[in-house]
């Protein structure tokens, strides 16, 4: 006979099915499971840069928007043409990061435009 203690309250299904996926989803895989690595890292010597500018570059303006716009989008198209070589997993990170950063920069541009353009009508 089971005591008081091992009843559990009524679920509905729904509820039970989603709660063993969610804890399915954020389980952390076995230590006895074995991963493949389909991922390989390669050791790259690092060499210090210097900045190119080493002025603090601020945006204060629309124009400063555009710019950053224009530049961002500049460089989007270089690193899209380079044919020398295949992209590799940080690369496809990167370009996609560097991509996302442009359209906010961009809704920023479009916004600062917007209250621009109503503040002058006024």
């Not at 005591?3 to 989803?25: A, D, I, M, N, V």
Request: positive net charge; aromatic residues 8%; charged residues 30%.
């Amino acid at each position: 006979e089971l005591g008081p203690h091992h009843l559990t309250p009524p679920r509905s299904p729904e509820l039970s099915g989603l709660y063993r996926k969610e804890f399915k989803e954020n389980k952390e895989p076995s230590p006895k499971v074995k991963r493949k690595r389909s991922v390989k890292i390669s050791s790259v010597a690092l060499e210090p840069v210097q900045w190119q500018n080493d002025s603090l570059q601020i945006i204060t303006s629309a124009s400063d928007l555009k710019s950053m716009d224009e530049f961002l989008l500049k460089k989007m198209n270089e690193l899209d043409n380079e044919d020398s070589k295949k992209d590799t997993l940080v690369d496809v990170v990167f370009k996609k990061a560097l991509k996302e950063f442009r359209q906010n920069i961009f809704s920023f541009y479009s916004s600062a435009l917007a209250v621009s353009n109503s503040t002058s009508s006024r």
